[in-house]
């Protein structure tokens, strides 16, 4: 899907909502800087010092529109971003276009930072030759889940499920409580119904054909080595060629590709949300016609 239509995911209330709670984090009660800087109409230019993929715009002009500034982009959603970029302009009250600057460069930084991770593991996948799907977890920042699985989307993964409901997962914690694997599936194919597939976390081949003798859609092989999954995987999809096979737990961007393979459908990676550097962006106010280049930090 093209990164600029992705915007249209983004439920216009929810997103107000989202961009309202970060404003008022950051800005609960006196704005004691906004005396300093005045009301008067100014201009900034969002510039992009270090590489990646820039991903956010929605958020970023949820933001300055509750400000009531206006954004001017440069770039489309989903750019190859090379330092020194000059990405947006932004005009507006001074005052408004300073209290939204770090909330706007804080969120950019990371879903593009986010979207860079996962353009990368595609390329990874796609490298090795896996036509499968490289997908984010659930393992998010409280509150920003909505900005990290987008950050994903924009990059050419898989946002796997957004919560509880978009798939019924029944992890080794649910095969305890419920008394085995049997059990448990046998209680998620009932809560699931018709409308949810059914997607069970095993740590061996024979847990993993319990859960799709008992129904399982899915079966989640984690913490496994490559040399064995592969052969996990090929084990049960010669019983089971319908049940998709995901594998997740410890994959990184350096070892990714010996993960990829032709008995796996899915590989999902916490890294993606969880250690993805953040971009390096800066927001600068200008009064002359042409805006000054910011210099780029080298480390």
Known sequence: MDAEGLALLLPPVTLAALVDSWLREDCPGLNYAALVSGAG?????????????????????????????????????????????????????????????RVALNMLARCSGIASAAAAAVEAARGAGWTGHVAGTRKTTPGFRLVEKYGLLVGGAASHRYDLGGLVMVKDNHVVAAGGVEKAVRAARQAADFALKVEVECSSLQEATRAAEAGADLVLLDNFKPEELHPTAAALKTQFPSVAVEASGGITLDNLPQFCGPNIDVISMGMLTQAAPALDFSLKLFAEEVAPVPKTRWS
């Open 41 to 101: 109409p100014s201009q900034a230019v969002l510039w992009a010092k270090s590489p990646g993929v820039l991903a956010g715009r929605p958020f970023f002009d949820a933001i300055f529109t509750q400000l009531n500034c206006q954004v001017s982009w440069f770039l489309p959603e989903g750019s190859k971003l090379v330092p020194v970029a000059r990405v947006a302009e932004v005009r507006g009250p001074a005052h408004c276009l300073l209290l939204g600057e």
